[in-house]
């Protein structure tokens, strides 16, 4: 029986044992016995399909997997420790020394210290490419080029990058589009139906839900997930299958909690919108947004992050949320509970000034996960934290 994506990620689960549990158990086992040494081996020959040992695959995190493929409409994956794990993992999985990465001006404070610091060690460099130059991106285009990079909606200024142009422009020079899909979330959009080649994941957000456990995720084509799963049963950046439990349940919630994020995030984007406090209050389905169209477009709903600039800079932005009762301070995201962040001075506070202001971080610049709470309560506390300011 043919059933949507919505029911896949309730009814997809591993085989059930004799047991006859309707919950899937925890398989918290570090290895797995065979019947035979004819079995072992033709497992590890990769003759047989198996689990061998957790580093390699686990019948949790398989579950979770097959829930983020049938999602994201992949055909294969891998589940890492952290979104920064599959990150790391799926660019040195499929790169070498000399190869060349053009990514979006605007990535995640760490993906920019993996491009900058830690890849220029095996000799793989990159350039950045800005969403409001698009015939920029062509020219930045080598021969060394093998991989496009980005994150849309990125963090924390939601800006967003036309996926259906992104796809044209990879195939055309035969790249690999790897797309940061962790502020969408599958419910939102699909990369992959505008060409992108691989997935990724911090499922510590969005997939989790509920600020538990670390995650990350990587999905995508058969033949580059051999290579990423290559690389990653060998460096050992598996998720735990217990975090696979807590995930894979987890996505039986993840349509409704997203929608719910969106409700709340507009009201909060709509109530804020005019605020003598503020500079500017960002959020993909305003219609003051400047990619509106664009937005509507490509994602289903706005997402659950809402971006404000406090006027007045980071003395200003600091009295605001230190005067907030109900929100959270936080550098995550997603979680049920309404989080506060202040980027400049965490999440992205190793960019040098320069990098944050070319990516729009300003010293204002308040990042709001809304969470699952009445939004008027929600509305109230920054309210009267703003007026404050």
Same mark, same amino acid.
């Given at each position: 029986? *043919?059933?949507?994506?919505?029911?896949?990620?309730?009814? $997809?689960?591993?085989?059930?044992?004799?047991?006859?549990?309707?919950?899937?158990?925890?398989?918290?086992?570090?290895?797995?016995?065979?019947?035979?040494?004819?079995?072992?081996?033709?497992?590890?020959?990769?003759?047989?399909?198996?689990?061998?040992?957790?580093?390699?695959?686990?019948?949790?995190?398989?579950? $979770?997997?097959?829930?983020?493929?049938?999602l994201e409409k992949a055909e294969a994956?891998?589940?890492?420790?952290?979104g920064m794990g599959a990150i790391f993992a799926s660019l040195a999985g499929l790169l070498q020394a000399g190869d060349h990465v053009l990514a979006g001006?605007?990535?995640?404070?760490?993906?920019?210290?993996? $491009?900058? /610091?830690?890849?220029?060690?095996?000799?793989?460099?990159?350039?950045?490419?800005?969403?409001?130059?698009?015939?920029g991106w062509e020219k930045l285009i080598t021969p060394a080029t093998k991989v496009i990079l980005i994150e849309t909606p990125s963090n924390p200024g939601l800006e967003l990058i036309d996926l259906e142009w992104l796809g044209e422009l990879k195939r055309k020079y035969n790249l690999v589009l790897i797309v940061d899909n962790c502020f969408a979330t599958p419910v939102l959009?699909?990369?992959?139906d505008y060409?992108?080649?691989?997935?990724?994941?911090?499922?510590t957000k969005y997939i989790d839900g509920q600020g538990r456990v670390l995650g990350g995720i990587a999905v995508?084509?058969?033949?580059?997930?051999?290579?990423?799963?290559?690389?990653?049963?060998?460096?050992?950046?598996?998720?735990?299958?217990f975090n696979a439990w807590v995930l894979s349940k987890s996505l039986e919630t993840l349509q409704?909690?997203?929608? /719910?994020h969106c409700d709340n995030a507009l009201q909060l984007a709509e109530a804020l919108e005019g605020n003598p406090?503020?500079?500017?209050?960002?959020?993909?389905? $305003?219609?003051?947004?400047?990619?509106?169209?664009?937005?509507? /477009?490509?994602?289903?709903?706005?997402?659950?992050?809402?971006?404000?600039?406090?006027?007045?800079?980071?003395?200003?932005?600091?009295?605001?949320?230190?005067?907030?009762?109900?929100?959270?301070? *936080?550098?995550?995201l997603g979680d049920t509970r309404t989080i506060v962040t202040h980027p400049a001075s965490t999440t992205h506070s190793k960019l040098t000034e320069a990098e944050r202001q070319a990516t729009g971080i300003t010293p204002g610049l308040v990042r709001i996960s809304v969470g699952l709470e009445n939004v008027t309560d929600v509305i109230a506390d920054i309210q009267q934290a703003l007026a404050k300011v």
């Open positions: 029986m *043919s059933v949507n994506n919505e029911t896949s990620a309730i009814r $997809l689960q591993a085989g059930r044992s004799h047991h006859r549990e309707h919950s899937v158990p925890l398989y918290l086992t570090s290895s797995f016995v065979f019947e035979s040494a004819e079995q072992a081996r033709a497992v590890f020959a990769e003759e047989e399909e198996g689990n061998v040992y957790s580093r390699y695959s686990n019948p949790n995190v398989d579950e $979770l997997l097959a829930k983020m493929c049938r994956g891998f589940a890492f420790a952290s001006r605007a990535v995640f404070g760490s993906t920019h210290q993996l $491009l900058s /610091k830690v890849l220029p060690k095996w000799g793989i460099t990159h350039s950045y490419a800005d969403v409001a130059d698009p015939d959009q699909n990369p992959v060409g992108a080649d691989i997935v990724v994941h911090s499922a995508g084509r058969q033949d580059l997930m051999a290579e990423i799963r290559f690389f990653s049963r060998h460096t050992g950046p598996a998720m735990s299958a409704l909690r997203v929608e /719910k406090a503020l500079e500017q209050v960002r959020y993909p389905f $305003l219609k003051s947004f400047p990619q509106y169209e664009l937005a509507k /477009k490509q994602m289903r709903r706005g997402g659950g992050i809402v971006s404000i600039a406090v006027k007045g800079g980071y003395e200003a932005a600091k009295r605001f949320l230190d005067n907030l009762q109900l929100v959270s301070i *936080s550098a995550n």
